[in-house]
């Protein structure tokens, strides 16, 4: 139990597009997700919390317009990265707080984004 | 907010010895402490956590204890093996607080043969 995917697992995509990457909890339902970015050899850094039902909550210095997200449903949160620029080449990491548990976030496996 | 520090940044130990990690946090009203295991390129996974009511708490061959008073919380791994070689990250999160996790800078862990 406890399982959260995410898709796709790597994207390349050109200077100027938006990408969408997806966080999916498949056997529970989580009404928080949260949204971490990672740089080679760094530390996780929050990006993000998102709620169902209600808008994000940002973390200082993230740019809302430009990572856009969606929560829709219990079990999807989106992170849309507007007019992706080389800087937002990262891995992006998802996790997600099951509704029954007070503490434990199960993270997603990641997505790989290569900005050229 | 939240500021966790971890050290040390890089650490490496013969298999069997045992390795420390050690974090310091700022809130001291921060409740939940889990310890992360990350391999390259994938996922964090949680390998022990602790809560602010108890001191230490053990897992085999990983403990980890907590000092409130300090604020500061240790993770403790015993008869290391080549497979614990990793990067560790600890957090330190409130609940209520929208259970956001504060990460450390993490802990390049070697166990050479």
Not at chain 1, 99 to 105: A, I, L
Not at chain 2, 53 to 71: F, M, P, Y
Not at chain 2, 96 to 101: A, F
């Amino acid at each position: 139990g406890a399982v959260v995917s995410q898709h796709p697992s790597r994207v390349i995509c050109k200077s100027g597009t938006s990408v969408k990457i997806e966080c999916r909890s498949l056997d529970f339902q989580a009404t928080t997700m949260f949204w971490y970015r990672q740089f080679p050899k760094k530390s996780l850094m929050l990006m993000a919390t998102s709620n169902e039902g209600s808008k994000a909550t940002y973390e200082q210095g993230v740019e809302k317009d430009k990572f856009l997200i969606n929560h829709a449903s219990l079990t999807l949160s989106t992170l849309t990265v507007t007019s992706a620029h080389p800087e937002d080449s990262s891995f992006y990491i998802c996790s997600a707080r099951n509704s029954g548990t007070r503490f434990e976030q199960f993270f997603g496996p990641g997505t790989r984004l290569t900005v050229l | 907010g939240e500021n966790v520090e971890q050290h040390p940044s890089t650490l490496s130990v013969q298999e069997g010895d045992s390795a420390v990690i050690k974090c310091t946090y700022s809130d001291s009203a921060s409740n939940y402490f889990p310890w992360y295991k990350q391999e390259l390129g994938k996922r964090p996974q949680l390998i022990i956590d602790i809560r602010s009511n108890v001191g230490e708490k053990k897992d085999q061959r990983i403990a980890v204890t907590l000092n409130k008073t300090a604020k500061h919380f240790s993770l403790h791994i015993t008869e290391t093996q080549p497979e614990d070689s990793a990067v560790y990250f600890c957090a330190a999160s409130l609940t209520g607080g929208g259970n956001k996790l504060t990460f450390g800078t993490g802990t390049q862990l070697k166990v050479e043969l």
